[in-house]
């Protein structure tokens, strides 16, 4: 794929810098107010670092240099080998001089017109559009920011540039399985709770066991509710994850819990999982967090074992008071991270 490269320009006021804090939030490298001369060997070497995605904020304040603006856009294309496009952010000259009013900062020229007080904004305003008409003749794209929030600009920049338009790599999907009484993950976009579903800690031989093991993976899986359950999950999430990929998210956690984390929430993410990377066409990473937290049985055989009416139920409701009455308890050192259908 050839290397991107978006010159970001437009009136004072207009939100450039906006535009380059939502493009560096997809994965450009941004550098501002950068002479024209100068764009190319930057973008060269950006190349040379691995940096195929760069957009160049120039505007006013480089003067003199706009004037060699229609050579270096053609060395920036460097004859087709880059993909070049100009974005141009425009308003009207009330709504510059309300937005420069507001942030009480002054025009970059206005001390230039001669004027002061609200003329010299004004005067700063025409200056400025004068100078910038050789780039907005050039422009790819001009996005009228008059009426535009900061918000709706991000949500225009991320269609256009965002993994949704096909120009980004694809949000990364990340499913984690945890338990309840250890906390919800702090990191989570979606949370669900599958503690309504048959718990098989109450079933002697898997309590000592994980829902990656296949007799608990049946006994989660094989129930009708866990299967309606994924069916309406997967409905959920087909419908819901383009839009987070259009609003430019990415990243995408999917916490699914359970009371200890051991059993159903880790088949339910193993399921989840497959089924999310069919569904996007790429490998959905699970983590595990609470899988191997405190193994609950010793080893078979061992002489610690104990028989099933000794299960320690007041030291195993002691541990989870004392968790719940201060802070959530750190993960484990050693979580199982992979992606789905991959190794550990």
């Known amino acids: 794929m050839r290397p991107t490269v978006v010159v970001v320009s437009g009136l004072s006021g207009a939100g450039k810098s906006q535009a380059l804090h939502a493009l560096e939030d997809l994965g450009f490298f941004c550098v501002d107010n950068l002479p024209t001369l100068l764009a190319p060997q930057a973008v060269a070497l950006c190349e040379r670092g691995g940096m195929t995605r760069v957009a160049l904020g120039i505007d006013v304040r480089v003067r003199a240099f706009l004037g060699e603006v229609g050579n270096v856009l053609q060395l920036l294309h460097a004859g087709g080998q880059r993909d070049l496009q100009v974005l141009f952010l425009d308003a009207s000259d009330e709504t510059l001089l309300r937005r420069f009013s507001e942030t009480r900062r002054p025009h970059p020229l206005a001390a230039q017109s001669g004027h002061e007080g609200a003329l010299a904004v004004l005067d700063g305003v025409r200056i400025e559009r004068e100078r910038l008409a050789p780039l907005r ?26 993994p949704a338009s096909g120009a980004a790599g694809r949000m990364v999907t990340r499913v984690v399985s945890f338990g ?6 702090v990191d989570a976009d979606v949370v669900l709770d599958v503690r309504f579903l048959d718990n098989p800690y109450f079933v002697p031989e898997l309590k000592a066991l994980t829902g990656l093991d296949e007799p608990v993976s049946r006994y989660v899986l094989d129930n009708a509710e866990t299967r309606e359950f994924l069916a309406r999950t997967r409905e959920l999430l087909s419908y819901v994850m383009p839009k987070y990929e259009r609003e430019g998210k990415s990243y995408l956690t999917i916490a699914i819990g359970c009371t200890g984390g051991r059993h159903r929430s880790v088949a339910i993410a193993e399921a989840l999982a497959r089924d999310l990377s069919l569904l996007v066409g790429a490998p959905v990473t699970v983590l595990h967090r609470d899988a191997h937290r405190d193994s609950l049985a010793s080893p078979p055989g061992s002489s610690d074992e104990r028989s099933s009416q000794e299960i320690d139920a007041p030291r ?5 008071a004392t968790e719940l009455k201060g802070a959530t308890s750190p993960p484990p050192a050693t979580p199982g991270t992979r992606s789905a259908g991959g190794t550990r």
């Open 137 to 162: 003749a050039s422009a790819t794209r001009v996005v009228d920011t008059t009426n535009t929030s900061v918000h709706e600009l991000r949500r225009v920049l991320v269609a256009h540039f965002g």
């Open 180 to 185: 309840f009484k250890y906390g919800t993950p």
């Open 316 to 320: 195993d409701e002691q541990r989870s």
